[in-house]
């Protein structure tokens, strides 16, 4: 549910902002978030320091994810770039087998399978032809390398965490992902007019740093590491709902 005002509020701002930079911001503010958290609640112990390297990794996927979701929403609208995103248990399936050996059931499967053909029927616009001819746009495509990147982090996390708890090791990713943004978008941040920038993009950078990115990295690293990749990622089922419904009832 967190995630879908992302959606709605990311088509308002992706065309008014560099998507590196808008995910760069967020994800300071985000960092500094959850880095307030740790603080206050023991902060980070030293074996959380130990191989970096992975948060490095797992920063990689998901700022991949991030840039590509608002790259994408330049041109997909919300609903259909939602929909993109219910493919991701499937592909997340494909990721927790071949990273964890984590096994599909028959009626996980089949269960999957119903989803994907319901997230391509939103995708294509019910429109068979366009089915037939693949006529796909291209912020769709964008979008769902980034689901694809998202996809192979849910089981990342369970193999790389150490024994972290939720907090640390979400602001140990984010704290990465910071510096990989800030790196990758430098020029492009100092050639942001800042003062002229519209309020939709605050609202969207607040809005993404605090509730798409604080809240629910917490959410998933603890998430992730009780259930199977398929299973997590089947909530995803109900994103495209959220979505139709703040759709209609803000606009």
């Known amino acids: 549910m967190l995630v879908a005002g992302s959606f709605a509020l990311g088509a308002l701002a992706a065309n008014e902002i560099a998507p590196s ?3 760069a911001v967020r994800f300071w503010i985000a960092t500094l978030v959850i880095g307030v958290a740790v603080a206050l609640t023991g902060g980070v112990p030293r074996t959380a320091l ?8 797992l920063a990689g996927f998901f700022c991949t994810y991030f840039v590509l979701m608002f790259e994408g929403l330049k041109t997909a609208p919300p609903v259909s770039a939602a929909a993109v995103f219910t493919l991701t248990p ?15 059931t028959s009626h996980m499967a089949i269960a999957l399978f119903i989803g994907a053909v319901g997230a391509l029927w939103v995708i294509f ?10 006529d796909v746009g291209p912020g769709e495509l964008i979008y769902f390398v980034g689901c694809v990147a998202h996809a192979i982090y849910t089981p990342l996390v369970r193999k790389l965490n150490r024994g972290e708890t939720a907090l640390v090791f979400t602001f140990g990713v984010l704290l990465a992902g910071s510096i990989l943004l800030t790196l990758w978008s430098g020029a492009s941040i100092i050639a942001t007019d800042w003062a002229g920038l519209p309020s939709i993009v605050w609202v969207t950078i607040l809005y993404t740093a605090i509730f798409a990115s604080a809240a629910t990295f917490t959410l998933l690293q603890f998430a992730s590491r009780r259930r199977p990749s398929s299973k997590f990622f089947s909530y995803t089922y109900l994103n495209s709902s959220c979505v139709i419904f703040l759709e209609f009832s803000l606009f």
């Open 50 to 57: 130990a191989a970096p390297w992975r948060y490095l990794i």
């Open 21 to 23: 930079v808008l995910n």
């Open 90 to 104: 499937i592909l997340a399936a494909i990721a927790g087998w071949v990273l964890l050996r984590q096994i599909l």
């Open 125 to 134: 616009r019910a429109d068979i032809s366009a089915l037939l001819q693949f």
